[in-house]
T-cell receptor, first 116, second 114 residues
Framework: DSGVTQTPKHLITATGQRVTLRCSPR?????VYWYQQSLDQGLQFLIQ???????AKGNILERFSAQQFPDLHSELNLSSLELGDSALYFC???????????????FGPGTRLTVL | GEDVEQSLFLSVREGDSSVINCTYT??????LYWYKQEPGAGLQLLTY?????DMKQDQRLTVLLNKKDKHLSLRIADTQTGDSAIYFC??????????????FGQGTELSVKP
């Protein structure tokens, strides 16, 4: 158990809908990362938050947004869903003090999104 | 740009050594990582190596880094059936105060036959 929790485990929805994925980082970790794992794109970095602020952005679509709340949990919002958004969405957390270092990221079990 | 490549499949017999290879393109990579993903689970960090090192050993795991050729390998000694999983190579390039996103390879599915 990595200490990172994600809810829900599975989500089935229809095209055009909007969903929210939730992540609670390990106690003490200030950084939260979101990754998407799909068969055709592999594991891709979406976005990172550090202590409530956006730190880095990857291949995140404009239909997707995220935020990190004062209690450090994070939510990833996916809207106007398309069939191609079906994937496993992982959240990871790290201490990441902002200084260069190994930055070990601990991954949650993922949320499997199926868009029908 | 940043790119990480791995072969997709590897099959070995129990007790043999497994070697999983990875190549990357970003010469400014700071750390390189090996993650393991078991079915239905998240990713688990197995080991990492700093870019100025050539080798790192951690029990049954040996990581070799050839920075000139941008080649990373993970050797698992005495491979067991419990090692069957997907292994991801990943790299990160640190930019001060701008985060440490991981760039992953496609993953190598290791199958260990008894």
């Amino acid at each position: 158990d990595s200490g990172v929790t994600q809810t829900p485990k599975h989500l089935i929805t229809a095209t055009g809908q909007r969903v929210t994925l939730r992540c609670s980082p390990r106690s003490g970790d200030l950084s939260v990362y979101w990754y998407q794992q799909s068969l055709d794109q592999g594991l891709q970095f979406l976005i990172q938050y550090y202590n409530g602020e956006e730190r880095a952005k990857g291949n995140i679509l404009e239909r997707f947004s995220a935020q990190q709340f004062p209690d450090l949990h994070s939510e990833l919002n996916l809207s106007s869903l398309e069939l191609g958004d079906s994937a496993l969405y992982f959240c990871a957390s790290s201490v990441e003090s902002g200084l260069a270092g190994v930055n070990e990221q601990f991954f949650g079990p993922g949320t499997r999104l199926t868009v029908l | 740009g940043e790119d990480v490549e791995q072969s997709l499949f590897l099959s070995v017999r129990e007790g043999d050594s497994s070697v999983i290879n990875c190549t990357y393109t970003d010469s400014s990579s700071t750390y390189l990582y090996w993650y393991k993903q078991e079915p239905g689970a998240g990713l688990q960090l197995l080991t990492y190596i700093f870019s100025n090192m050539d080798m790192k050993q951690d029990q049954r795991l040996t990581v070799l880094l050839n920075k000139k050729d941008k080649h990373l390998s993970l050797r698992i000694a005495d491979t067991q059936t419990g090692d069957s999983a997907i292994y991801f190579c990943a790299e990160t390039t640190w930019v001060y105060n701008q985060g440490g996103k991981l760039i992953f390879g496609q993953g190598t599915e290791l199958s260990v036959k008894p």
